[in-house]
């Protein structure tokens, strides 16, 4: 099993350029979320989706949209890039979610997003 | 809101010692605190996890404690070695997610 896919693993945008990071599991997990990693802040959620059809803000959502395709995708889109969004970006998924799960996370390999 | 915090950045010890990491959390107490490990370049990936009923979980050569009267949870890795060298991140659950604390670099010195 591949776990959790992530593409692409490095980026390098322009300020104002658009792009989707891509994600999708095999584990057939009902969760998926996208965090942001940067120095000293640790893992900041900016969307998730508990299940299939839904999608939620989390901490950071400002500048970004999501969509669940389907049970196995989950895609973060910047619509206009700005230099504050330089950071290295992890989908995660769990089977379960909700406030009394367990909600143990599975997570990719990560992004590295730079923006200029 | 809830808060996690890691209060060590970085902590060296030397090999065969036992590393003791800690993790405080604010508010009220989590259902479940998580541990992670972080390889440089790499996702985290789970490690233990403990409820908040119990005191303490182990597995192979980690342990976790769970205090509710201090807000605390310590994580122990015995018979370090370098091969445990990374960063170590805690995780409470939520109402829909996890809130990480910001991790403890760990080294282990040969």
């Known amino acids: 099993n591949a776990g959790v896919t992530q593409t692409p693993k490095f980026q390098v945008l322009k300020t104002g350029q658009s792009m989707t990071l891509q994600c999708a599991q095999d584990m057939n997990h009902n969760s998926m979320y996208w965090y942001r990693q940067d120095p000293g802040m640790g893992l900041r959620l900016i969307y998730y989706s508990a299940s299939e059809g839904t999608t939620d803000k989390g901490e950071v959502p400002n500048g970004y949209n999501v969509s669940r395709l389907n049970k196995r995708e989950f895609s973060l889109r910047l619509e206009s890039a700005a230099p504050s969004q330089t950071s290295v970006y992890f989908c995660?998924?769990?089977?379960?979610?909700?406030?009394?799960?367990?909600?143990?996370?599975?997570f990719g390999a990560g992004t590295r997003l730079s923006v200029l | 809101s809830q808060k996690i915090e890691q209060n060590s950045e970085a902590l060296n010890i030397q090999e065969g010692k036992t590393a003791t990491l800690t993790c405080n959390y604010t508010?009220?107490?989590?259902?479940?605190l998580q541990w992670y490990r972080q390889d440089p370049g790499r996702g985290p990936v789970f490690l233990l996890l403990i409820r908040e009923n119990e005191k303490e979980k182990r597995k192979e050569r980690l342990k976790v404690t769970f205090d509710t009267t201090l807000k605390q949870s310590l994580f122990h890795i015995t018979a370090s070695q370098p091969a445990d060298s990374a960063t170590y991140l805690c995780a409470q659950t939520g109402a829909n997610n996890l809130f990480f604390g910001t991790g403890t670099r760990l080294t282990v010195i040969p």
């Open positions: 995660a998924s769990s089977e379960e979610g909700g406030p009394l799960a367990k909600n143990i996370q599975y």
């Open positions: 508010n009220y107490s989590p259902a479940y």
